[in-house]
């Protein structure tokens, strides 16, 4: 069974290549075919590889810097001082700090709630991971306010791949494609 979910999740992100670069041409040799065939590989590959530069998004993030400098511009304008003295005030800094919360406020959410999502689940996947061992060891406690004492604390030992059951490598699986979508989703919930 791990295996299957091993192979299931391997062909989850694998990528299918279908390449149209077939050669037929009869007059040809088995060498040059192969040639031609290989160059028109590295060819799709470049052009798959190249970046698309999309001017409405180019648009949209200078329409964003032009809004952070008005409204910045304004502030200082208000207050009688040089946008650039401005800036390196405290109260310039916090104005400016206002701003890109209100114009990125869901991208920083988005930002932040996937390092909560990931930082929760791999804790519980760490202790999902480990099982507690017969003895104890002992740790001291307490401090300046509690007062000084120890107590047994149980220790907890790794559990190996070889010695994990189907369920335990189910739920890893799980607990890592939510990680990984809450990563993927942070553009779509921030913009």
């Known amino acids: 069974m791990k295996r299957f979910i091993f192979v299931v999740l391997l062909s989850l992100f694998s990528l299918s290549a279908l390449a149209d670069c077939t050669i037929t041409a009869a007059s040809l040799t088995d060498v040059a075919r192969k040639q031609l065939e290989l160059d028109c590989l590295k060819a799709q590959a470049v052009e798959a590889a190249t970046p698309q530069v999309d001017a409405k998004k180019v648009s949209e ?42 114009i990125f406020g869901k991208l920083i959410g988005a930002i932040l709630a996937s390092i909560l999502i990931c930082t929760i689940l791999i804790n519980i996947l760490k202790y999902m991971w480990t099982e507690p061992v017969d003895d104890a060891e002992p740790v001291i406690t307490g401090g300046w306010f509690f007062g000084y004492g120890s107590r047994a604390v149980k220790r907890r030992e790794f559990v190996s791949y070889k010695r994990a059951d189907d369920t335990l490598v189910g739920w890893t699986i799980l607990a890592v494609l939510i990680m990984l979508g809450s990563i993927i989703l942070i553009p779509v919930i921030g913009f």
């Open 61 to 102: 993030y200078a329409g964003v810097a032009k809004e952070v400098a008005e409204a910045i511009g304004i502030a200082a304008k208000n207050l009688g001082v040089e946008v650039n003295n401005f800036i390196t005030t405290p109260a310039g800094l916090l104005t400016v700090a206002i701003i890109l919360i209100k």
